[in-house]
């Protein structure tokens, strides 16, 4: 079956510095990812959605120039969270959408720990 | 907004018995998905239902979606030990896109 990749999956970093996300569709064409954000025992929220090609848009709440997305193929979406403050500490999970299937699927998530 | 609760928040059961778990939502969704968390991974699709009324089996797993449009059920039967986990409902922020809303979840841990 179609697999959505994230790399890394788990990352440490100081304060103030930013870290980059990658989510892959390994065998299919995304023209369309999602980033969602999930705090410990709680739920997944989006946080954007990733146009190939185009900017991304933006959850209410979420800031765009903390959260940069760039979809600059249609198997790679990044997530970078500039200045990362440990209050970004949260696991980060993209989904990818495969039009043919008409399927979305989820990557197995990359945990962030900002000290 | 939009919003989906789930109940129970988490369960113990026996391994063997049978799990029921509900969602509700404050608006009418037409199209209702039945995700499954492990710890430390991301979710992954169980059932997904598409017509109010809809019954649909995998497996041990079934789900429903109510009639109402604003309620769907989750059962599991003859529960064994990998049914642990976080089992989320979601449904399209709007209707006919990809952009979901999560539930609140249910945690289940099965005791051997």
């Known amino acids: 079956g179609a697999v959505v990749s994230q790399h890394p999956s788990w990352v440490i970093c100081k304060s103030g510095t930013s870290v980059k996300i990658e989510c892959r569709s390994l065998?299919?064409?995304?023209?369309?990812m999602f980033w969602y954000r999930q705090f410990p025992k709680q739920s997944l929220m989006l946080m954007a959605t990733s146009n190939e090609g185009s900017k991304a848009t933006y959850e209410q709440g979420v800031e765009k120039d903390k959260f940069l997305i760039n979809h600059a193929s249609l198997t790679l979406s990044t997530l970078t969270v500039t200045s990362a403050h440990p209050e970004d500490s949260s696991f980060y999970i993209c989904?990818?959408?495969?039009?043919?299937?008409?399927?979305?699927?989820f990557g197995p998530g990359t945990r962030l720990l900002v000290l | 907004g939009q919003q989906l609760n789930q109940s129970p928040q988490s369960m113990f059961i026996q391994e063997g018995e049978d799990v029921s778990m509900n969602c509700t939502s404050s608006s009418i969704f037409n199209t209702w998905l039945w995700y499954k968390q492990d710890p430390g991974e991301g979710p992954v699709l169980l059932i997904a239902?598409?017509?109010?009324?809809e019954l649909t089996s995998n497996g041990r797993l079934t789900a429903q979606f109510g009639i109402t449009r604003k309620d769907s059920f989750l059962n599991i039967s003859a529960s064994i030990p990998s049914d642990v986990g976080i089992y989320f409902c979601?449904?399209?922020?709007?209707?006919?896109?990809?952009?979901?809303?999560f539930g609140t979840g249910t945690r289940l841990k099965v005791l051997a």
């Open positions: 239902l598409y017509k109010a009324g």
């Open positions: 989904s990818a959408i495969d039009r043919n299937q008409e399927t979305q699927y």
């Open positions: 065998d299919f064409q995304a023209t369309t």
């Open positions: 979601a449904g399209p922020k709007l209707s006919g896109t990809y952009k979901y809303i």
